[in-house]
């Protein structure tokens, strides 16, 4: 069965830069059609997609988060990885990852890991 | 980008009765949205793709309809456990996005 993991650290200061690795199992980003993308939720709020990236390397984000993030895979660890650079309290957030096709929505989803940033 | 607008924001029924979710886009997304639920604490399940096809498992009394900018959510016969928060998303363009969500309690 399809599964993910998010991992990564639980606080970061401002200004600094999130690396959270998305490990995942059941399926291969070799595949064609076969997507990964990170979807964040801040305390009490909705959800907001943040990047995605395809089987073929094929990357989209967020424009209200342009220049900050940047969305990669390692095929041979089965993983994905995001970054988010200069980071500010309001990033503060749980942050999901999760499994979709290009004719789908995203269907299976990791528990996702809260961040805080602060001081 | 198109915007995802959920009415009402809060909805409270109580079992056994019938609710109704609404989405509404800002632009013609064709069928391309998909409904979730999510209760405290855990990520969001998805209950409806494209629309109108409900996920591998979810039961009967889950159903959805619309086309182009309208979409409801309908809850047949409210069971205890679906008392939680719905968001709908679209998939039709980049970039993107989510409703706000509706809270339905009981």
């Known amino acids: 069965q399809i599964t993910l993991e998010e991992s990564g650290p639980t606080l970061v200061k401002p200004t600094q830069t999130l690396t959270l690795t998305c490990t995942f199992s059941?399926?291969?980003?070799?595949?064609?059609?076969?997507?990964v993308g990170w979807i964040r939720q801040p305390p009490g709020k909705a959800l907001e997609w943040l990047a995605l990236?395809?089987?073929?390397?094929?990357?989209h984000y967020s424009p209200s988060l342009t220049g900050r993030l940047n969305i990669d895979k390692d095929t041979s660890k089965n993983q994905v990885v995001l970054t988010m650079t200069n980071m500010d309290p309001v990033d503060t957030a749980t942050y999901y990852c999760?499994?979709?096709?290009?004719?789908?929505?995203?269907?299976?989803w990791g528990r996702g890991t809260l961040v805080t940033v602060s001081t | 980008e198109v915007v995802l607008t959920q009415s009402p924001t809060t909805l409270s029924l109580s079992p056994g009765e019938r609710a109704t979710l609404s989405c509404r886009a800002s632009q013609n997304i064709a069928g391309h949205l998909a409904w979730y639920q999510q209760k405290a604490g855990q990520a969001p399940r998805l209950l409806i793709n494209d629309a109108s096809n409900r996920a591998t498992g979810i039961p009967a009394r889950f159903s959805g309809s619309g086309s182009g900018t309208d979409f409801t959510l309908t809850i047949n016969s409210l069971e205890p456990e679906d008392f939680a928060v719905y968001y709908c998303h679209h998939r039709s363009s980049w970039p993107l996005t989510f409703g706000q969500g509706t809270r339905l309690e009981i």
């Open positions: 990236i395809w089987w073929s390397g094929e990357a």
């Open positions: 059941g399926f291969s980003l070799n595949t064609g059609g076969v997507g």
């Open positions: 999760a499994h979709r096709l290009d004719s789908r929505h995203f269907d299976y």
